[in-house]
Structure formats: structure tokens, C-alpha cells
């Protein structure tokens, strides 16, 4: 597939966002780039900024398996993987697969849910297989986990725990929309919801030769070791009790590639590396006044190691310029 083939499905799939979602154009970017670089996305906002709808509008606009769980306290592991139970007609034991057996599984409020159950996405979204009963099963590729959060509401939640933090490729908050883009929804949702009009705009096998694109754009050894430099100044600062470990190095990067392909190009410059840092490195620091104060002190604190590491000049490859990587 070639960036510019690549760059057409892009803004196909961005167009059939658009016509549901209003605005957001910087969270959907992050989203389509986090699908790109097959990641996971943890949407975190307050109650009715659209999280879910858009995790569905997404859903919809890919032509794959999608499946939805709501998070309570009383749901167990077996609720998204699946169990064994015996049929009396034949006799015999059946798997019965759950919902993480989907190229999109959206985990709406997460945080609901107890830790027990928390822990049964860790080797799914890290590994893409689940071990039920001793036997590993593979899913669906692509695989994507959108899960959604309340980060005012405390009250009956259990905070994800740093390991399950580190599994999410990217924390996204889009914030509450403008004034005339609150206008523009109350007009787009004024007599029916576009979203039961919206249909598939690519195919499963699309999404899996744009990850393939993206995993091979090019990144320069100098925009490496701005990477890590980035990732070593979040653990010697100050205020940081647990900075950014090498799995987010390789985050960043991962990242980056799939942004570069979002703005057509087949390269990454310094500039995408930037614009995906705080939604990759925010959520995985631990602060010295604990986790309560992670969220906004974490974000600036990473914007602050933006400013302070040197950029390397950084001229885009003669390789690259040709449109197709290789």
C-alpha cells in the first residue's frame, strides 16, 4: 500500500467520524493513531463529552467484529472471556467465547469494575491471545480496547493500577466542545442519531496493511535518542516516584510512526514525536503526591520535558520522499 492509498482510507474513515461526531478533530487524529500503530486507547473524560460514541462511530466505520461491555463491580473475568460448560445434548464440553473475542472491544467505565476482572485484559491487550482453562486461545486481528473512564467520579470505582495504565498505547481527553460546536450537536442530533446511518468505510484487512505501513515508517537513530532522552527526563525529575519505563519508549515510537502516516508521511519528524508524547507518557507516571494527582500535573510535567530536551535537527530521509515505504 502506498502513503498516498493509505492517506485516502485515512480521511475516509476521518469523514465518516465527522459526520457523527462533532469537532475533536485532535482526539480523533490520536485515536485513528492509536489504531494505526495497534494500540490501545483509554478515553478519559467527565460524564457526556461522547466517549463511547465515538469508540462506536469508530466501530462502525470498520468493517469488524465489535462488542460492548458495561463495567459494574459484580462483573467476573469469565464476563469477557468466555467459559467451558457442558452440554447435556452432546455430552461434551463447549467453549463459549466472550466479548474480547472482537477486532474492537469497548470497556465502558473501566474503572468499575473490580481488579480481579481488571486484570483478565492484561495478557489479552498485551499479547492479543487469553489462557481460559489452560488452553490459550488467539484473537481477532486487528484487535483495538477502547475503554472508557470518569476521572471526577470516585465514588464505587477501583483505580486502574500502573500495570493495567501501561498496557493503554495512548490517554485521550477531548474536553468539553465550544460553544458552536454545542450548537452543531444539538442541530446534528435535533430529529434522528446519524450514528445508526453510518456504515463501513474499511474492511478488517484495510486496517491490518495500514499497521503493517506504519510499523515500517522510517524514524532516524537522532529521533531515537530523542526519544529516550524524553523518556529519561521523565525519571529524573523531582517530582516523578516512577517515570516512564522502556515498554513507553517503544510506546512513543510506535506512536509516532502512526502519526506521521495520519499526516501522509512515510517519515517521522520531531514535531510527531511531540504531538503524541503527553497522550503516551501522561498516565504511565507515578507523582510524588500519588496517584490522585496524576492526571493534569502529569501532562504538564511532560510538556515541560518537551520544552527542556534538545530537538535534533532533523532533515526528512531522500528515501522517503518517493511516497511508498519499503
Known amino acids: 500500500m502506498m502513503v498516498q492509498e493509505a492517506a485516502a482510507l485515512i480521511q475516509a474513515i476521518r469523514e465518516n467520524l465527522a459526520k457523527v461526531i462533532v469537532g475533536k478533530a485532535e482526539g480523533v487524529d490520536l485515536l485513528l493513531t492509536a489504531l494505526l500503530a495497534n494500540g490501545h486507547v483509554l478515553l478519559e473524560d467527565v460524564p457526556g463529552t461522547g466517549k463511547t460514541i465515538l469508540a462506536k462511530t469508530l466501530a462502525r466505520s470498520l468493517d469488524c467484529s465489535f462488542k460492548r461491555i ?65 488452553v490459550t486461545h488467539e484473537l481477532d486481528a486487528p484487535f483495538l480496547v477502547i475503554a472508557t473512564q470518569n476521572p471526577v467520579d470516585s465514588q464505587g470505582t477501583f483505580p486502574l493500577p500502573e500495570a493495567q495504565l501501561d498496557r493503554f498505547l495512548m490517554r485521550i481527553t477531548t474536553g468539553y466542545p465550544t460553544f458552536e460546536e454545542g450548537v452543531h450537536i444539538l442541530q446534528r442530533f435535533r430529529e434522528n442519531n446519524p450514528l445508526l446511518e453510518t456504515s463501513a468505510v474499511a474492511s478488517g484487512r484495510d486496517i491490518q496493511e495500514l499497521q503493517q505501513l506504519a510499523a515500517a515508517v522510517t524514524v532516524s537513530d537522532d529521533l531515537l535518542g530523542y526519544i529516550i532522552a524524553i523518556v529519561e527526563a521523565t525519571r529524573q525529575a523531582p517530582s516523578v516516584k516512577l517515570g ?27 514535531d510527531d514525536i511531540k504531538a503524541v508524547a503527553v497522550p503516551v507518557l501522561a498516565h504511565r507516571l507515578l507523582l510524588q503526591r500519588g496517584p490522585g494527582s496524576r492526571e493534569g500535573q502529569a501532562a504538564e510535567l511532560v510538556q515541560q520535558v518537551l520544552r527542556e530536551v534538545e530537538v535534533p535537527a532533523e532533515p526528512a530521509p531522500a528515501a522517503a520522499r518517493g511516497g511508498r515505504v519499503e
Open 70 to 134: 458495561q463495567f459494574t463491580p459484580d462483573l467476573l473475568p469469565s464476563d469477557l472471556s468466555g467459559i467451558n460448560f457442558y452440554n447435556q445434548k452432546t455430552g461434551e464440553f463447549q467453549f463459549r467465547p466472550g466479548p474480547v473475542f472482537s477486532s474492537i472491544l469497548l470497556a465502558d467505565e473501566i474503572n468499575r469494575a473490580t481488579p480481579r476482572t481488571q486484570s483478565s485484559l492484561l495478557e489479552c491487550m498485551e499479547e492479543r491471545q487469553i489462557t481460559i482453562d489452560g
Open 244 to 270: 516512564a519505563s522502556p515498554r513507553a519508549g517503544f510506546a512513543l515510537l510506535r506512536a509516532a510512526r502512526g502519526y506521521a502516516l495520519i499526516r501522509q508521511r512515510d517519515y517521522v519528524l520531531p
